[in-house]
Nanobody, 125 residues
């Protein structure tokens, strides 16, 4: 059974930075895609960033230039570096994965098979 554990969330002032980590265990397949998503209170879950097995990346417009997704395959970990944080970035952040050898990433949350429990990110103004 694949398990994903997010860490690195917390409280930060606007303009600050956080790095989220998502560690995978129990994954028996070596080709996979991953994504980061967030959900604020009263809002739908939205895609933040995604990375394909080949390393192609996607970012939603509000985070372009501020967030960076990366993957360390040797550590089975994907990261989300978040800089210049804004109060509107406040949300629970989730990572997800699916088996895929495609060169392309997956943007839709429904494309993913395994999800972490989430980590809270709060940005104060």
């Amino acid at each position: 059974q694949v398990q994903l554990v997010e860490s690195g969330g917390g409280l930060v002032q606007a303009g600050g930075s956080l790095r989220l980590s998502c560690a995978a265990s129990g994954r028996t397949f070596s080709d996979y895609a991953m994504g980061w998503f967030r959900q604020a209170p009263g809002k739908e879950r939205e895609t933040v960033a995604a990375i394909s097995w080949s390393g192609r990346t996607y970012y939603t417009d509000p985070v372009k230039g501020r967030f960076t997704i990366s993957s360390d395959n040797a550590k089975n970990t994907v990261y989300l570096q978040m800089n210049s944080l804004k109060p509107e970035d406040t949300a629970v952040y989730y990572c997800a994965t699916k088996r895929s050898s495609s060169r392309w990433y997956y943007v839709q949350p429904s494309s993913y098979d395994y999800w972490g429990q989430g980590t809270q990110v709060t940005v104060s103004s």
